[in-house]
């Protein structure tokens, strides 16, 4: 079965700590995703990668950052936790045209910075 | 601002019945897709429906999809409780690219 695996499922930090969300995906994808998941806010993009070494800023790349140096793994850093940062963070891959069928989500982060 | 918008935001049905969702959207679209969302849990890829497409059936899922009026539909026929999740439609504007998420729509479904 095809799997996106987010390493932790629940994660609290403390204010300024750097903090890593490793995501990785078993599908040979070449796309990978970061969203950010709030009440009344929708999911929001963060940053995406369409291949190694190379990231797009989404919506909202603001205090963060990410790192795709193998194709199966998308890690988001958060250079300085903040407790605005306190969200559930959902990793996405997918195939790029034509063979592109939709995302394949991980289980989610649910990450607090207090 | 979002590119899908869902109605309704809430939604509360028996077993047994059918319930439709409706989701609209601004610019043009490549495909649009439907996600459901158990509580705390991520996203799970229901249905994909291409620009081209008007309407698209997967078990007791049925899609359409209106591009003159940027709109589309999820109906799920004959409910069960364990349809009780939160669904989402999402345009793919950049072929294959990333997506687009509206706001959801909480479904409950009543035993």
């Known amino acids: 079965d095809v799997k996106v695996t987010q390493s932790s499922r629940y994660l609290v930090k403390r204010t300024g700590e750097k903090v890593f969300l490793e995501c990785v995906q078993d599908m040979d994808h070449e796309n990978m995703f970061w969203y950010r998941q709030d009440p009344g806010l929708g999911l929001r993009l963060i940053y995406f990668s369409y291949d190694v070494k190379m990231k797009e800023k989404g919506d909202i790349p603001e205090g963060y950052s990410v790192s795709r140096e193998k194709k199966e793994r998308f890690s988001l850093i958060l250079e300085s936790a903040s407790t605005n940062q306190t969200s559930m963070y959902l990793c996405?891959?997918?195939?790029?045209?034509?063979?592109?069928?939709?995302?394949?989500f991980g289980s989610g982060t649910r990450l607090t910075v207090v | 601002s979002q590119q899908g918008e869902e109605d309704p935001q809430a939604l509360s049905i028996q077993e047994g019945e059918n319930a439709t969702m409706n989701c609209s959207y601004k610019?043009?679209?490549?495909?649009l897709q439907w996600y459901r969302q158990n509580s705390g849990r991520g996203l799970v890829h229901l249905i994909l429906?291409?620009?081209?497409?008007r309407e698209k059936h997967s078990g007791r899922l049925r899609v359409t999809l209106d591009t003159s009026k940027k709109s589309s539909s999820l109906l799920i026929t004959a409910s069960r409780a364990a349809d009780t999740a939160s669904y989402f439609c999402a345009t793919d504007v950049t072929q294959g690219g990333k997506l687009i998420f509206g706001q959801g729509t909480e479904l409950s479904v009543k035993p």
């Open positions: 610019t043009s679209i490549n495909n």
């Open positions: 429906i291409r620009s081209n497409e």
């Open positions: 996405a891959s997918s195939l790029q045209s034509p063979g592109f069928n939709g995302y394949t």
